[in-house]
């Protein structure tokens, strides 16, 4: 069994009688509906629209719920809770667990609290553990090589708060974004680009025949920039392109390249997007 020991991760706790109305009129996910013992891709929007806060949401068993997000993120995000809690009945605070581990390719428990990460295939047996894990070694480039494979993009590795859209980062392909329940923050906007089909902007997994440069590194065609590289693991990455540009390089067989290096592109595995009919540069 594959483990990875994360750095860096806050778990903040939302509990009180409000708890999931609260949320629910905030956050891109349907909080209703998250299965016990499953956790789910989330996210709170500025009113634009743009992601603010990415995290994972589980339901706590006793009707609250625990939020796992980027640490750098936290304090922030508390405040932004609590800016928004009014009159409701909500209990908002840093939780006393944290995220101890995760793992995959295994359906054994380890000790703490499991929740299964569903941004991955149910086969995978992708877990997060709280509170306690095994003494293992880290396998962290293993981790970050799984996340390339399956087109899980997270912030800090493969962009920033604030610059994408819910759709940026396949939060519509996750179950991160839903387009059926009631009002949250940026909701018009997101329900707009998902009924227009307009987003452009999307999640690809980068190849070379060797090993590819760093986090950051613009992918370039024909002189313009298409995207930039996010996550790294060897000779694969992901990075966030701009669909329509690369697919004009591609049809007009001008290379793609990061730093020189020529790369190839394709689309995570199970994805209901697609690479454009006919490429056109419709500017920034």
């Keep these: 069994m594959p483990l990875h020991f994360p750095k860096g991760r806050s778990v903040i706790s939302v509990t009180g009688e409000d ?18 013992g499953s956790a789910r891709a989330c996210a709170l929007l500025a009113p634009q629209g743009k992601v603010m806060f990415d995290f994972l949401i589980m339901p706590d068993g006793d009707g609250g719920y625990l939020i796992d ?13 609590t800016m928004y809690k009014l009159r409701a009945k909500v209990e908002i605070a840093e939780a006393d667990e944290s995220l101890a581990a995760i793992s ?4 054994s428990t380890t ?23 095994p003494e293992s070694a880290d396998d962290a480039a293993e981790w970050t090589a799984l996340r390339i494979a399956h087109g899980i993009a997270e912030s800090g590795s493969d962009f920033e708060a604030g610059d994408a859209f819910p759709h940026d980062i396949s939060l519509d392909q996750t179950g991160g974004v839903d387009f059926r ?8 906007v997101v329900s707009r680009m998902q009924h227009r089909g307009t987003a452009r902007r999307r999640i690809v997994i980068v190849q070379a ?15 313009k920039t298409v995207g930039h590289l996010g996550s790294v693991a060897g000779n694969k ?3 966030i392109v ?8 591609m049809d007009a067989g001008t290379p793609i390249t990061a730093e020189g290096l020529a790369v190839t592109l394709s689309l995570p595995p199970g994805v209901t997007y697609s690479w454009p009919d006919s490429a056109k540069d419709g500017g920034d």
């Excluded at 995959?104 to 359906?107: E, L, S």
């Excluded at 009631?182 to 909701?187: A, D, K």
């Excluded at 025949?209 to 986090?215: I, Y």
């Design 19 to 36: 708890a999931e109305h609260f949320l629910q009129n905030l956050v891109t996910c349907d909080v209703t509906t998250i299965p016990a």
């Design 69 to 81: 997000i980027d640490g750098r993120l936290a304090a922030d995000f508390l405040r932004r809770l």
């Design 104 to 107: 995959w390719q295994d359906d």
């Design 111 to 133: 000790g703490g609290r499991i929740f299964a990460d569903s941004r991955f295939p149910a086969e995978l047996g992708v877990s997060r553990h709280y509170g306690a894990a």
């Design 181 to 188: 329940k009631g009002c949250y923050v940026g909701q018009e």
């Design 209 to 223: 025949e060797t090993a590819l440069p760093a986090s950051g590194t613009a992918l370039e065609a024909g002189g």
């Design 237 to 239: 990455a992901l990075a």
């Design 242 to 249: 701009r669909l329509d540009r690369a697919k004009a390089a």
